[in-house]
């Protein structure tokens, strides 16, 4: 099997997230074609949505809408879309002109609905000052949290990925004393060492992987974004299916216990996406699942 490599590689130091919708009435096998073409997997990766594999009358088991989630002062918005690619570069202008390339190339059936600019900060920090994936598999165990297995040709090396935008609002993070703050995430900032007595609404509580049954290890690939003067992350996590960040979202938002996860008092998801990531073959984008 042989997955997109970009799903594996770290995060790179500049992204562009796409995202498209299918216009309506039109035929998406030839613009797909096009697609395989042109996706490597490491420098742009791929993810197909249901509605876009639903028009070749295929079932991608696993693949399924994205839930939208209601907590305690929480709404997790759920938002489709058919189409998205992971843009990976180290150039923001080398950025803009593959994305000139990418949307002339699926144009007219695909139509570029959003475009984030990503970043790399720092040491891959989130832009409150913490290590962000500090807990992501690593060799072998990767392989096994993100990577579908023994389900045959089109679908071995696939993955399924779950896309988010959270906006945050760094006034007032940044304006909560350093215990808070640490408190919030479970770790100090200063070392990145995981609270022993961190409250059970601290988000490293809230999304310990290894405390599910069975355990929730995705593979994270989130990254800051901003524009203007607004900020936040791609949240961007591949599985071998959703089940292990669907458990996490369902603790988030306090849906086992009522303790909904302390990251909600600065900052909230206004984007909710699944998508499924074919394999590669040949060095282009496998679709014979599809039969394209």
């Not at 074919?278 to 039969?291: F, N, Q, V």
């Amino acid at each position: 099997m042989t997955p997109q490599p970009g799903i594996l590689l770290p995060p790179p130091r500049m992204a562009r997230y796409l995202t498209f919708s299918l216009t309506p009435g039109a035929s998406a096998k030839a613009s797909l074609q096009t697609l395989s073409n042109l996706v490597d997997g490491e420098e742009i990766v791929a993810g197909l949505g249901q509605s876009l594999v639903e028009t070749f009358g295929v079932h991608i088991r696993g693949l399924h809408t994205f839930p939208a989630q209601v907590g305690p002062g929480i709404e997790i918005p759920s938002t489709p879309a058919a189409l998205w690619i992971w843009l990976r570069g180290e150039d923001r202008g080398e950025l803009l002109h593959r994305t000139r390339s990418i949307q002339q190339a699926l144009a007219p059936t695909f139509r570029l609905e959003q475009v984030i600019d990503a970043f790399q900060y720092e040491d891959s920090r989130d832009l409150t000052g913490y290590e962000d994936g500090t807990e992501n598999p690593e060799g072998d165990e990767a392989l096994k949290a993100a990577l579908v297995s023994g389900q045959g040709e089109g679908y071995d090396g696939a993955s399924f990925v779950a896309v988010q935008q959270w906006v945050h609002d760094l006034d007032a993070f940044q304006a909560k004393p350093a215990s808070e703050q640490d408190n919030i995430i479970g770790r100090r900032k200063s070392d990145n060492e995981e609270l022993e007595d961190a409250p059970e609404s601290a988000h490293v509580k809230r999304t310990a992987q290894e405390d599910f049954v069975p355990e929730a290890f995705v593979l994270r690939r989130s990254m800051p974004w901003t524009c203007g003067m607004e900020s936040g992350l791609v949240f961007v996590a591949f599985g071998r299916s959703f089940d292990a960040f669907e458990a996490q979202l369902i603790r988030m938002v306090g849906a086992e216990d009522g303790i909904t996860d302390a990251v909600f008092t600065f900052t909230r998801p206004i984007s909710g996406s699944y998508f499924w990531c074919p394999p590669i073959r040949d060095g282009h984008l496998d679709l014979s699942a599809l039969d394209v």
